[in-house]
Every structure is written in C-alpha cells, then in structure tokens.
C-alpha cells in the first residue's frame, strides 16, 4: 500500500538473463512496465520482501562479479522508483549469506558467517537514525551463535517478535518427522528459549480487498 491509499503490486520476472519489472495500481486497473535502471548485469533476489514506510526491500547479489556483496535493492511505492539501501563495508563483503526482515518499522539484515558449509554465527543489524542524525545508518545490535541443525543449508532466524527477539527455526532430529522447533532468543541474559512450538513462522500483514469490485477480482 503505498502512501497514497492506491493499493499497488509490483511483479518482478526473470527473462533472458535480466530482470522485468511492472507495477500494478488499483486506480489504473492495469500493469506498467517500469525500468529498473540499476548498474548490475545480473542480479539475484535472494530474500523475501520486506516492507518499511512505503518502501519495498530486497537483498539481492550481483551475480556477475565474483563473491559478490550483498546488495539491498529498494522500491518506493510514492515515485514507482528502484534504488538502493546503501550498505557498511562490513555488511556488505563480511558475510557469505545475508537476509532482511522487518524489526518493529526498522529493516533488519541477519549475516551469517559460514564454517564447514554451516553457519556457525549471525550478527543482526538494523537501519535507524541516531543522535538526530537525519541519514539512518547501520548499527549492529548483536552476535549470536547459531543452533546446530541436521540441515546444512539452515538459515535459521526467519523473523522478529515486537520486543525485537528474533525467532529461530530448525529441525532439530532425522527422526522423519521433519518438524521445525521455533525457539526464542532473549538478548540481554544470552540464552535461546524453546516454547514448546512447532511449525513454519509467516509474517501477518493486514491488507485491502478490492473493495470497488464485486467479485474483488480485476481481468
């Protein structure tokens, strides 16, 4: 939803070897083809969507350099614009996986270092302004170390509840079951608490039916 209550979808396909994008808009009732207008050959989207005060996120790579940086590409609902979240050297190049999430109305990027072909450890950032300062920047808020998980390939934090705990998910067993364990962590005594909890997490987003039409349904 953009800020001017014009609900508005924004479709990004992968085609010859580049990206398309289009913007769908309730008013218009049609898509547009809008550029991108970024300065990579070939980009890879590797997190979900995140959205923060009329802007979309991404983290993305530029999969035509050589270990690539971590990239957060931007869409702003107001100006139907691409650009970029600026990001510290060490955001960029330190970590070999990162993804974003939302932490209250902040962007939140979780880094992991690998070792084995396992991340051992995350750190957790989060874009804020501070001391009055209008450009927000990134602070990491801390490291931890990551759960082992019979999946080598676990990423675990997934989400933030409201007091900025992150919520991890893993399968803890080979037992067949493949049941996720979400589990808590507190920052300030260090520890990681079960719940009792088993399950898949999704972020909740309230949303607007297609109130104008009938069958909420545009052809």
């Not at 953009?2 to 008013?27: C, G, H, Q, W």
């Not at 874009?127 to 990423?155: A, H, I, M, R, W």
Request: negative net charge; contains cysteine.
């Amino acid at each position: 939803m953009s800020s001017t209550n014009d609900p508005t979808i924004v479709k990004i396909t992968y085609m010859s070897k580049r990206y398309k994008a289009e913007v769908f808009t309730l008013s218009s009732g049609a898509w547009k083809s809008i550029s991108m207008n970024l300065p990579y050959k070939s980009l890879y989207f590797i997190s979900q969507q995140v959205v923060i005060d009329g802007d979309i996120h991404w983290a993305a790579f530029d999969m035509s350099v050589e270990k690539a940086p971590c990239k957060i590409i931007s869409f702003d609902l107001r100006t139907k614009e691409f650009g970029e979240v600026e990001l510290p050297d060490r955001l960029a190049w330190g970590y070999r996986y990162s993804h974003i999430s939302k932490l209250n109305e902040s962007l939140a990027v979780v880094g992991y270092l690998i070792c084995d072909g396992r991340p051992q450890v995350c750190d957790v950032w989060v874009l804020s302004s501070e001391n009055g300062d209008p450009k927000p920047s990134f602070t990491q808020l801390f490291t931890l170390k990551v759960k082992p998980s019979v999946n080598k390939f676990d990423y675990p934090i997934t989400r933030f509840r409201k007091n900025g705990q992150p919520i991890f998910e893993h399968i803890p067993s080979r037992d067949g079951s493949h049941l996720i364990d979400l589990e808590v962590y507190e920052p300030c005594s260090e520890h990681i608490n079960g719940h009792g909890m088993y399950g898949l997490t999704t972020s909740y987003t309230e949303s607007l039916l297609l109130l104008n039409h009938a069958d909420s349904i545009i052809q």
